[in-house]
């Protein structure tokens, strides 16, 4: 077990924490791959450790997690202050391995709430690399534009043209000047011009949005096992 030291904590939307820790090279050397998850525990005595996929890049020397605030062990982590400590047993999975060289197939990646957190991750880590790169899109769920994670950050990404941005809000008629669908990622899906059949799709979020998303890429002529996830 190695001990990691909360150095940063700020809001990242509603109900939504970004954590930021310094950690040993013995652990930073674990994380190899975006899309990874940490094991972690707030309490030497307690029982069962959460799983919080990493939300910074396996480039960067400290280890950051989107957090919702929820009953227990995440509300453990965002009810640390800074400068307390966490232990992380390790960083493992299989992430997401994928070839982003510009050329490649477009990289599709499905998302709600703090499920972000592990494509904050692949982008940041494709962004870093000295070398042109795919196009990227990211289709990202929430409630509301309050709610979507990093709002700021992925809009400065659009802005400057490493990803292209399909906001999905659930419970919001009209925001300004920031476009977005109203309703859930695959009905926005079904209404998509582009075909996908050549694309990697990535998602992450709960077993009901994965099955929504496998009936809707099937509509649509893709084999869902094409569907890639972080575990």
């Not at 929820?70 to 232990?87: R, Y």
Request: hydrophobic letters at 40%; glycine letters at 8%.
């Amino acid at each position: 077990m190695t001990r990691i030291t909360l150095q940063k904590k700020s809001k990242a939307g509603d109900g939504l924490y970004l954590l930021r820790f310094s950690a040993p090279e013995s652990l930073q050397g674990q994380y190899k791959i975006p899309g990874q998850y940490a094991i972690v525990r707030t309490d030497a005595n307690q029982e069962k450790p959460a799983f919080f996929a990493v939300a910074s890049a396996p480039t960067e020397d400290y280890l950051e997690f989107l957090i919702k605030e929820a009953p227990g062990s995440a509300a453990e982590m965002v009810a640390l202050d800074e400068g307390q400590e966490a232990e992380c047993e390790s960083v493992q999975g299989p992430g997401f391995s994928v070839s982003f060289r510009k050329g490649q197939p477009d990289i599709h990646m499905f998302s709600m709430g703090s499920g972000f957190a592990p494509f904050r991750a692949l982008i940041k880590f494709i962004e870093g690399a000295d070398s042109e790169h795919c196009n990227l899109h990211l289709w990202q769920a929430a409630f509301r534009l309050s709610a979507v994670p990093l709002l700021d950050e992925i809009l400065e990404w659009e802005k400057k043209g490493a990803i292209t941005l399909h906001l999905c809000l659930d419970e919001q008629q009209s925001g300004g000047e920031i476009p977005f669908f109203t309703g859930q990622v695959p009905d926005a899906l079904e209404q998509y011009e582009d075909n996908l059949k050549e694309s990697r799709l990535l998602w992450i979020g709960s077993h009901e949005f994965s099955e929504s998303l496998k009936a809707t890429v099937a509509k649509l002529g893709i084999d869902p096992d094409l569907l890639m996830t972080n575990y």
